[in-house]
């Protein structure tokens, strides 16, 4: 199974601070890499596919970039609404395994 | 407007079945793969199980393999996942999920509210 290690596991930061979140795979997974955010209580949200596309009404403001084993997320300037909890997920074999989480908190 | 709502969790003893089942509307659900991902209380995602449109290719993760099994009724747009021989790691809330193929890439774009499956004696 291909591991996905996620850095840091969590982060405070504020508002408009560009924020940047590292995955790195345990082998090559080319680009089949996404992003999710997941708030409390909810279900998780498609943010970037394909390690850098931006997802059909996600702001601007995130993006992504990487292929191989290494892979960022960064959000440019932070807004409020984006305090909540960072996934990675590969999709380039099954088990489809997700990163362990991060967790980006209001400082 | 695509919905994927779950139902069939709750509390079960260690050893006890469950089935869980996700009601599909707003799409053609016969033309989509789905998943089964769960998350741990305070825990990270876990992908569990998928299935293709027609039912042809299944998968599972390592840690459900034999004991869960995923199925889905096209006419009655719903997915299931049976759950045997529950263990308490296997409290989680299960969400039903979309895939959609995305510049090659299979994504989750859709994703249900959750159902709570809580094995304790």
């Known amino acids: 199974d291909i591991q996905m290690t996620q850095s840091p596991s969590s982060l405070s930061a504020s508002v408009g601070d560009r924020v940047t979140i590292t995955c790195r795979a345990s082998?090559?997974?080319?680009?089949?890499l996404n992003w999710y955010q997941q708030k409390p209580g909810k279900a998780p949200k498609l943010l970037i596919y394909?390690?850098?596309s931006l997802q059909s009404g996600v702001p601007s403001r995130f993006s992504g970039s990487g292929s191989g084993t290494d892979f960022t997320l960064t959000i440019s300037s932070l807004q409020p609404e984006d305090f909540a909890t960072y996934y990675c997920?590969?999709?380039?074999?099954?088990?489809?395994?997700f990163g362990q989480g991060t967790r980006l908190e209001i400082k | 407007e695509v919905q994927l709502v779950e139902s069939g969790g709750g509390l079960v003893k260690p050893g006890g079945s469950l089935r869980l089942s996700c009601a599909a509307s707003?799409?053609?659900?016969?033309?989509?793969?789905m998943n089964w991902v769960r998350q741990a209380p305070g825990k990270g995602l876990e992908w569990v199980s998928s299935?293709?449109?027609?039912?042809?290719?299944?998968y599972y993760a390592d840690s459900v393999k034999g004991r869960f099994t995923i199925s889905r009724d096209n006419a009655k747009n719903s997915l299931y996942l049976q759950m045997n021989s529950l263990r308490a790691e296997d409290t989680a809330v299960y969400y039903c999920?979309?895939?959609?193929?995305?510049?090659?890439?299979?994504?989750?774009?859709?994703w249900g509210q959750g159902t709570l499956v809580t094995v304790s004696s």
């Open positions: 299935i293709s449109s027609s039912s042809s290719y299944i």
């Open positions: 394909a390690a850098s």
């Open positions: 997920q590969q999709s380039y074999s099954t088990p489809r395994t």
């Open positions: 082998q090559s997974i080319s680009s089949y």
């Open positions: 707003g799409f053609t659900f016969s033309s989509y793969s």
């Open positions: 999920a979309r895939d959609l193929i995305l510049r090659e890439v299979v994504v989750i774009d859709y």
